[in-house]
């Protein structure tokens, strides 16, 4: 069983960078997929961005590739994701995800394929 806190969600412009923070417990944090998912008013939780345990490869949704990087820190059972040149549209409710299974890009933007779900941090974009 894997417990996921989320934080560093808050209000910026729009061009301004956030990095979200996502807390594991369990002593196998090393030996899961983690991954973050966002939630725009209004809309289904989307995929954003996934790193695997073993490499530490990483997969992005187009929609944050080149501006948000994923990384994990073991030793501190913590992923982070920074969030650079933010747009309005990157406003939501952002969930870290953790899971079993052996990373696989095609398969990481789905919702099923993750096991555990924080309770999300709110991100907020001004224009």
């Known amino acids: 069983q894997v417990q996921l806190v989320e934080s560093g969600g808050g209000l910026v412009q729009a061009g301004d960078s956030l990095r979200l923070s996502c807390a594991a417990s369990?002593?196998?944090?090393?030996?899961?997929?983690m991954g973050w998912f966002r939630q725009a008013p209004g809309k289904e939780r989307a995929f954003a961005a996934a790193i695997s345990w073993h490499d530490d490869s990483t997969y992005y949704a187009d929609s944050v590739k080149g501006r948000f990087t994923i990384s994990r820190d073991n030793a501190e059972n913590t992923v982070y994701l920074q969030m650079n040149s933010l747009k309005p549209e990157d406003k939501g409710v952002y969930y870290c995800?953790?899971?079993?299974?052996?990373?696989?890009?095609?398969?990481?933007?789905?919702?099923?394929?993750?096991?555990?779900w924080g309770q999300g941090t709110q991100v907020t974009v001004s224009s």
């Open positions: 995800a953790a899971t079993v299974h052996s990373f696989a890009s095609d398969h990481v933007q789905y919702y099923h394929y993750w096991d555990y």
């Open positions: 369990g002593r196998t944090f090393r030996r899961y997929t």
